[in-house]
């Protein structure tokens, strides 16, 4: 008899142990030149508030420290997504590119992050528009980014820093990553 399970989770072309790993992507979207910045991830159709638009859990990246991270980033390869104080999910060579990689940040973000590796959507979104996060969410390094989101209220400098901001921790409230949650509770304590 099919297995429905192991047939979800066999789809891609990467394989880990027995299995065939890949991240979750929406059907909804696709990767498209970006007015924000290179390739960005569209809407291809509407997507509905709370639906999953990617899940990393299974992609195939790999976790690596905050060095080797810097070490990419330097070489403009700048494709992870902080889980934890020294811990990134990062696509570390072209085999492991995926549509999500291309996630780009915006100040008015239309997704959020459930969990630490899941994107969901924060409203309705029509297609067309870009899906963007808002790195508030996941990054806490030592980080800095002149941003081109270009909505009304861009911060203009995007840093590791934000996700101590009142307005953003009540903007983004239930849509930080675990690992920023945790450490917002901590200050409020
Ligand atoms: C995960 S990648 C996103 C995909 C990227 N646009 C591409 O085509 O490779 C993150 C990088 O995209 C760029 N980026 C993302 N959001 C941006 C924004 N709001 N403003 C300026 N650059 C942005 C920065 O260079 C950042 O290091
Ligand atoms: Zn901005």
């Excluded at 970006?34 to 990246?61: N, R, T, Y």
């Excluded at 508030?136 to 980014?145: G, N, V």
Aim: hydrophobic fraction near 30%; charge should be negative.
């Amino acid at each position: 008899m099919r297995n429905p399970d192991l047939d979800s989770r066999v789809r891609g072309n990467d394989r880990r142990g027995s299995y065939i790993m890949s991240t979750y992507t929406s059907p909804k979207v696709e990767v498209r030149e970006s007015g924000i910045e290179g390739h960005g991830v569209f809407a291809k159709e509407k997507i509905l508030k709370g639906d999953v638009v990617f899940d990393f859990s299974k992609g195939k990246g790999k976790m690596i420290s905050g060095a080797e991270m810097d070490k990419l980033c330097a070489e403009g390869r700048d494709y992870g997504i902080q889980v934890g104080e020294d811990l990134f999910f990062a696509a570390t060579e072209n085999s492991e590119m995926e549509a999500g990689d291309y996630l780009n940040h915006s100040c008015d973000a239309n997704l959020g992050i459930r969990d630490s590796l899941k994107m969901i959507a924060m409203r309705d979104i029509e297609p067309g528009e870009e899906t963007a996060f808002d790195y508030a969410m996941s990054e806490t390094s030592d980080y800095k980014m002149d941003c081109k989101c270009g909505k009304p209220n861009c911060r203009g400098i995007i840093t590791g820093e934000d996700w101590k901001r009142k307005d953003l921790q009540e903007r983004y409230n239930g849509y930080f990553s675990d690992y920023v949650a945790k450490k917002i509770s901590n200050t409020h304590e």
